[in-house]
């Protein structure tokens, strides 16, 4: 099993920059799912800040959320 999502901080070019449960902190850019269904409303940057942890993954206010394995396995790892 992949680690789960500890915290995450949100960035201005709609990436998100997540520690996960094993400390490992990566960038997971959120750009390639603003195109499609419910994520376009998050192309408002006042609705992608508000992403919080959510049971080891993340949720944003408005209800998107995305699979912990997909954030770990598709971010790379912060320099």
Known sequence: MNPRVK????????????????????????????????FQELRDYNKFRFVKPFLGSIKWETGQDLCPDTLFLESKELN
């Open 7 to 38: 915290d995450v901080v949100p960035h201005s070019d709609f990436t998100l920059e997540i520690k996960f449960t094993n400390e490992e902190v990566r960038i997971f850019d959120v750009k390639p799912y603003l195109e499609t269904g419910i």
